[in-house]
């Protein structure tokens, strides 16, 4: 895994977000985003049983794998590169998983402030 230059929530070097299960938008385990990556999968969230079912609710089922893709199939518990815009959806919602400032990319605060994201934050630990 190459080092990212990228910049996190904080203002200092997005950090890895998970390796297992491998996340983000280029695989790498960062919540890197680009031009290709209409989504912005840059919010590095800890996923929860709530978060799950109403991300299912919402189209977008993470929890059933599917191995065509390599994709395992999240649990509460895993770490993934969300979507800037559904975390938005599940924080009005009520039911935001918590996040990890250090992986989390700083753009997301062109759509979020970091008072918005402070009380979801848990410390980042291992991937």
Same mark, same amino acid.
């Given at each position: 895994m190459s080092q990212s230059t990228s910049r996190n929530v904080l203002g200092t070097q997005l950090q890895t977000c998970s390796t297992?299960?491998? *996340?983000g938008f280029f695989r790498d385990g960062c919540c890197e985003t680009g031009p290709t990556d209409r989504g912005r999968h840059i919010v590095c969230a800890v996923m929860t049983d709530d978060f799950l079912a109403f991300s299912k609710a919402s189209g977008n089922d993470l929890s059933t794998p599917m191995p065509q893709y390599r994709f395992p199939g999240l649990k509460a518990g895993d770490r993934w590169c969300l979507c800037l815009e559904r975390w938005r959806e599940a924080h009005k919602a009520g039911?935001?998983?918590?996040?990890? @400032?250090?992986a989390t990319h700083e753009i997301a605060l062109e759509r @979020? *402030? @970091?008072?918005t994201l402070q009380p979801f934050a848990v410390e980042s630990g291992g991937s």
């Open positions: 297992d299960p491998v *996340t039911c935001a998983p918590q996040v990890i @400032l250090e @979020l *402030t @970091l008072s």
